[in-house]
């Protein structure tokens, strides 16, 4: 279990995520965004990118790596985020899409969308993770920056958030598949009632080979 920071800590800690924001202010860059992806992985259900522009400095209690934080945690901070950023945008590649142009190209694209739909045009982006091929705006990315640029943790929070949400909401369609509970991610259980009922209209078929083979897809 992590050691729980102090009050000075933490601000520490949340100050030194606006570390990259100011390194691309100093760069002479003035509106920086985040952006972040969620859910590359699960068999089911589209990824989701989202993209975030912090007020300068601001300091949100909490605020982390969306895979660090409980599902509540997550909610509350979605919460806040929406209501404390300047503007925000949220973006889906569906499994069609996927099984189209692979997961990889989806991810960016969904990157590409989000940053585009933003209110607010920002001049610079910091992008989880190390590929910028395929993206349409001036950006850098940062391996590991959903823990590192508060501004890409936000993001973080808000992809994982909304795609969860999705899945949950999927799970009133396609109730035999659990969605609410693995969010579409490959569990025994999920593999378990793939093989008994089929594939479902929102499962990601270029990721299913493996488990049903080419011939029942």
């Known amino acids: 279990m992590a050691k729980k920071l102090t009050y000075e800590e933490e601000t520490e800690r949340l100050s030194a995520m ?12 003035k509106i920086i965004c985040g952006t972040d992806e969620a859910g590359r992985g699960p068999l089911a259900g589209p990824v989701c990118a989202a993209a975030v522009i912090l007020p300068e400095g601001v300091l949100i209690r909490g605020l982390n790596d969306s ?31 996927i099984d189209e142009i692979n997961i990889l190209n989806a991810s960016l694209e969904a990157m590409n969308k989000a940053v ?15 590929i910028t091929r395929g993206l349409e705006f001036p950006c850098r990315a940062i391996v590991k920056g959903d823990s590192k640029s508060a501004s890409i943790a936000a993001a973080s929070v808000l992809a994982k958030v909304s795609r969860d949400r999705y ?51």
């Open 67 to 97: 895979k660090k934080l409980t599902p509540k945690r997550r909610d509350e901070l979605f919460d806040e985020i929406t209501k404390t950023a300047l503007a925000y945008a949220v973006a889906f590649s569906d499994e069609k899409r």
């Open 116 to 130: 585009a739909a933003l209110k607010i045009k920002p001049d610079f982006t910091l992008v989880d993770g190390n």
């Open 18 to 29: 606006h570390e990259p924001e100011n390194e691309a202010r100093r760069e002479g860059f």
């Open 167 to 217: 899945m949950i909401k999927a799970a009133e369609l396609y109730p035999e598949y659990g969605f609410e509970k693995h969010k579409g991610y490959g569990t025994k259980a999920h593999c378990e009632a793939i093989l008994k009922y089929g594939p479902c209209p929102i499962h990601r078929r270029s990721f299913l080979t493996k488990l049903l083979g080419d011939n029942e897809l």
